[in-house]
């Protein structure tokens, strides 16, 4: 990719941006360093890992390679026989350890993350190296004692030396005759001998060496000559300790070396899953989406590039998300050239490097702050000529430097390129500059060149009305407010509006009118007849947004209303069902009595028939209660009037018989043994017809395998998952829909909360991949909006 289009348009603060969300330093490097590439394949799968660190952090938001170190230096010392410090070998320990951890964690979600998977494959767990470092050292960086057998024998004896010193340092200091000639009675140390301090004017009194003396002179720091062995023994004791510790460390040292291969991949794997986890965590950040990749084909037409640029809601990542305005750029199979006019500051130049800043933010693996549904190609280059005070960088380019600069793109750029040109031809005579704007455009579109141009000039206005590829865009400017709205219009060129915010601004009506008699008539017309269809277009706009809003209001009603009737459904069922629960208590209790009155006339030899007739009248009563209660479907579908639920039927496509379940207005379920299948209304007749138009009847049935009848628990028409771990969340959201689809409900409300959202895009990410959803959006204000998601089952 060109190095200076790439930092015109500002994609080095991107990268500076993306960094900051990098866990360590490797990682860090790596994002900076980052380059858009032009290998579709290459940027596709970039895309796709993006796409699964979001879904993985989203249901995992712990994950990290915290702890985690750029060891790369220190594997390569160890490597040419350098023996490293102690913070050296813990932060390679801490690195083994994050790696280790990250690799379990993609491991037990290969499934839905293959990419970074695969990407972990490169992470290599290096045996028995962590475990050597956390026997030699402690958390602190200290040889522990049980680092070697030889170690712990020299501290162990070197402890009790040390204790044989002290005690008789200890008991000098404390002699009554010697304290008085002390400068203060305690031990101390002086070239790693210890010491007592004696006033300089005992000097000679006490046989000792001499270490050192004070600042002042006023004290001798002396070894007494009845410690000297002792000391000796402790000095030496200390050098065989530091010895050994030497050569503890240097044959750790080694082992690293042996491994420092496996180290540095290592680590360089691990740099390029964190980078792909700060991407996520990036786009998270600007509410970025996955674009589109579109193929360039074989089969180019001859008049067009085949390339492909489709932004929708498009927005500049370096712009304040609260007052940037989303843009809709869309170059069809019909045109590949943009020329965009408008007035000044009206957002032309936010166009061209939001254009040009997404495609090398896609090219690069990153997600883009456009809506879903954005396509792009990906281009072998992309070129930008922009110069303009809105820059960050302050651009000072002149003519000259601007006519170098295009030539240079037009020796670089292919027809798989993007060619960005800001303000073509300005700079010199507006006569000239025009006629030499048409001539370069006119260059590109020969070449099949992918080119978005801004301009002031009125004749690119009509260059790009006649030719063909090309198309007028505009940016809006509200002569009320004296305001550019920033929205980018394609298929109407830009107003020029000097006259009408000349006279809005106060200037002498006689001197806009003088103005006006000057211009062509034709100029005149044009632009009164452009005002109208700005105007008409307006409308039009306003409009259609009124009628989105009616439609919004409606749905938001129907829904309501359904809920409502879905919420009378369940409680006339249970207001039923509890009824006949009731009377078959009841029944159950007449039936038990009239047993024990046949009793008490057998006893007495009396006739039974005096009970008969009250025994047929429970039976009756008995059967009418245990009929199943009908479900009444909440839509205006008509009544399947031969067919109930608890029939039995015969399903002709597999000629078998079961039990209706669930019974919709063209769909029924039918239960089949454990099975529960799904038929249309049509394939199910009653056994009786079956049997008469020459069916069988399946043996299950004849042996009474089969359940007569089958009812469902209806459950709550909301489901709280606020508080929840997204795994339990996901598994009380799945039981919730596999009982909702079962007992009919027409939807169901998830309420989620806001928070952070990564509950919430965990909910809809299930709700996408689950069977029994026909669709879901958020819920109203009224109901929580973005806190709450209304799903809708694909019921019949």
Known sequence: ??????????????????????????????????????????????????????????????????????????????????????????????????????KRALESSSSQTPLLTEQAEHINIVPGLVDAISKVLDDRGKVQDSASTKLSSIRRDLRIAKDRLSSKLQAMISDPKIILMLQEPIVT??????????????????????????????????????????????RELELAERDEIH???????????????????????????????????????????????AAWNQGIPAHHPNSTLRLISARHPLL???????????????????????????????????????????????????????????????YADIGDEQSIEQSLSTFSSHISNIIRIQSLASPRSLVLLDELGAGTDPQEGAALAKAILSQFLEQRITTIVATHYPEMKAFAHI???????????????????????????????????????????????????????????????????????????????DARIAKDEAEGLREDLQEKLGQIEQERRQILENARLEGEARIEQLQEEILELRRRLARASQPLEVVEHISTEAVTLEGEFKEPIAVTKVDDASIVSELRLGDRVHIRSIDTVGVITELGTENAEVQVGRLRIRAKIDELTHPGKAEAQGGKVSSDLRNGALISSFSYDTPPLELDIRGRTIEGALEELEKRLDAAFLAGMPFVRIIHGKGTGKLRQAVRQELKNNAYVSSFKPGHQSEGGDGVTRVKLAIS
């Open 247 to 293: 050569r503890i460390l240097a044959e750790l040292s080694s082992l690293v070396g042996d491994r420092a291969d496996e180290i540095k991949e290592t680590v360089e794997a691990l740099a390029t899953l964190d980078l792909t986890f700060a991407k996520a965590k990036y786009a998270e950040s600007i509410q970025a989406n996955e674009p589109i990749l």
């Open 467 to 545: 030719t063909s590829g090309v198309r007028n865009a505009s940016v809006e400017f509200n002569l009320e407010s004296l305001r550019p709205t920033y929205h980018l219009t394609i298929g109407l060129p830009g107003r020029s509006n000097a006259l009408a915010i000349a006279e809005r601004l106060g200037l002498g009506k006689a001197i806009v009118e003088k103005a006006k008699e000057t211009l062509s008539p034709d100029d005149l017309r044009a632009e009164s007849l452009l005002d109208e269809i700005h105007r008409q277009r307006d409308t039009t706009r306003d409009e259609l947004q």
């Open 189 to 234: 140390q002086r070239d790693g001998r210890f010491v007592i301090p004696l006033r300089a004017e005992f000097k000679g009194r006490i046989e000792a060496v001499i270490h050192d003396r004070s600042s002042s002179g006023a004290t001798l720091f002396i070894e007494p000559i009845a410690v000297v062995n002792l000391n000796n023994q402790v």
């Open 1 to 102: 990719m060109d190095q200076k289009s790439t930092k015109t348009l500002e994609l080095p603060l991107i990268l500076e941006r993306l960094s900051g969300f990098a866990a360590f330093s490797a990682s860090k490097e790596l994002g900076s360093n980052l380059r858009p590439s032009a290998e579709y394949e290459r940027v596709l799968r970039t895309q796709k890992e993006t796409s699964e660190a979001r879904y993985l952090l989203s249901v995992n938001s712990a994950l990290t390679v915290g702890g985690a170190h750029d060891v790369r230096a220190q594997a390569d010392a160890a490597q040419r026989g350098a023996v490293l410090d102690p913070i050296d070998y813990l932060d390679i320990k801490s690195t083994l350890i994050s790696a280790r951890n990250l």
């Open 320 to 382: 304040d998300p609260e007052g940037v305005v989303a843009i809709d750029l869309i170059l069809d199979e019909e045109i590949f050239a943009l020329v965009i006019t408008g007035p000044n500051t009206g957002g032309k130049t936010v166009a061209l490097k939001t254009t040009g800043l997404l495609v090398l933010m896609t090219q690069c693996g990153l997600h883009i702050p456009a809506e879903s549904g954005s396509e792009l190609s990906v281009f072998d280059g992309v």
